[in-house]
């Protein structure tokens, strides 16, 4: 067969035409590589933001501190809100709320002064409230504590007086004992939420006016939960936490005794129904 002279048409042809590019010197495949390069990078991007960033609190962490966590003590206190209820000082308070608590003596009308602090917004886990701390202190200096007060007062809703204490007082306070705890949380809970969180309680007292107690001697706790309805039903629940070995004392004996007081003023509607 003669050999093709490079003048001839077919060589001619041959010549002008173009090698067969790899697919990705293609259109097609340059702009597949360009889509899977910035899927690439997105990627790397938002593994670099999870690893670079602060771990955020696990599930446990969150619960921590929470109203219904009450853990009793081998000693007969109890530890609620990272304080130990019976054993803390309110040296101890005061490092563990910090600036927010505010601290001083409240005399109810026709009773004598206590030493009380409180924390209004405290939040306990995802619950928020009022905290209302109690603290052991002899009447003789409560009584001088009162007369050395630099400023006092009205209490909320008039009912009460409250006095500051005087700075050469303030050593001494910061030894006194933590006896009492009261949270007033903001949400209304009912008691089946309670009893779902608390767990059922060793005894339930009810009285006339719908409000009822749940009491948990084992943990310090009682709580009052106001009625569905009523008068009392727009009011929300009251917790107290005491130390379970002075449950009785400080809870039990004070709370049967105005359920007492109101069945003997009130005969008519009946004596508080124990449950």
Request: no cysteine.
């Given at each position: 067969m003669p050999?093709?002279?490079?003048?001839?048409?077919?060589?001619?042809a041959s010549a002008h035409i173009a090698p067969r590019?790899?697919?990705?010197?293609?259109?097609?495949?340059?702009?597949?590589?360009?889509?899977?390069?910035l899927l690439a990078a997105a990627g790397l991007w938002a593994w670099w933001q999870v690893q670079s960033a602060p771990p955020g609190p696990s599930s446990a962490e969150m619960a921590v501190d929470l109203p219904w966590q009450v853990v009793p003590q081998a000693d007969g206190s109890s530890r609620v809100f990272g304080l130990q209820v019976g054993r803390s000082s309110l040296a101890d308070v005061e490092q563990r709320l910090g600036d927010e608590l505010r601290t001083g003596l409240i005399a109810p009308h026709g009773?004598?002064?206590?030493?009380?602090?409180?924390?209004?917004?405290?939040?306990?886990?995802f619950v928020t409230g009022r905290l209302v701390l109690a603290f052991e202190a002899d009447a003789d200096w409560l009584a001088q504590a009162r007369?050395?007060?630099p400023r006092?007062?009205?209490?909320?809703?008039?009912?009460?007086?409250?006095?500051?204490?005087a700075?050469?007082?303030l050593p001494a306070a910061r030894q006194r004992r933590l006896v009492g705890v009261v949270f007033l949380p903001s949400a209304r809970l009912d008691?089946?939420?309670?009893?779902?969180?608390?767990?059922?309680?060793?005894?339930?007292?009810?009285?006339?006016?719908?409000?009822?107690?749940?009491?948990?001697?084992?943990?310090?706790?009682?709580?009052?939960?106001p009625p569905a309805e009523g008068p009392e039903a727009r009011a929300r629940a009251v917790i107290q936490y005491s130390?379970?070995?002075?449950?009785?004392?400080?809870?039990l004996a004070p709370l049967l005794a105005e359920l007492a007081g109101q069945a003997a003023s009130q005969p008519s509607t009946g004596a508080p129904i124990a449950r």
């Amino acid at each position: 067969m003669p050999e093709l002279s490079s003048d001839t048409p077919a060589a001619a042809a041959s010549a002008h035409i173009a090698p067969r590019r790899p697919w990705w010197q293609r259109p097609f495949g340059l702009s597949l590589l360009f889509t899977l390069s910035l899927l690439a990078a997105a990627g790397l991007w938002a593994w670099w933001q999870v690893q670079s960033a602060p771990p955020g609190p696990s599930s446990a962490e969150m619960a921590v501190d929470l109203p219904w966590q009450v853990v009793p003590q081998a000693d007969g206190s109890s530890r609620v809100f990272g304080l130990q209820v019976g054993r803390s000082s309110l040296a101890d308070v005061e490092q563990r709320l910090g600036d927010e608590l505010r601290t001083g003596l409240i005399a109810p009308h026709g009773q004598p002064p206590a030493l009380e602090s409180f924390v209004d917004g405290f939040r306990a886990g995802f619950v928020t409230g009022r905290l209302v701390l109690a603290f052991e202190a002899d009447a003789d200096w409560l009584a001088q504590a009162r007369e050395r007060s630099p400023r006092q007062d009205v209490g909320e809703g008039g009912r009460s007086r409250r006095y500051a204490l005087a700075a050469d007082d303030l050593p001494a306070a910061r030894q006194r004992r933590l006896v009492g705890v009261v949270f007033l949380p903001s949400a209304r809970l009912d008691e089946a939420t309670l009893v779902q969180r608390f767990g059922t309680p060793s005894r339930r007292l009810a009285t006339a006016d719908g409000v009822v107690q749940l009491l948990y001697p084992e943990k310090g706790v009682a709580v009052a939960v106001p009625p569905a309805e009523g008068p009392e039903a727009r009011a929300r629940a009251v917790i107290q936490y005491s130390a379970p070995a002075d449950f009785e004392r400080r809870l039990l004996a004070p709370l049967l005794a105005e359920l007492a007081g109101q069945a003997a003023s009130q005969p008519s509607t009946g004596a508080p129904i124990a449950r």
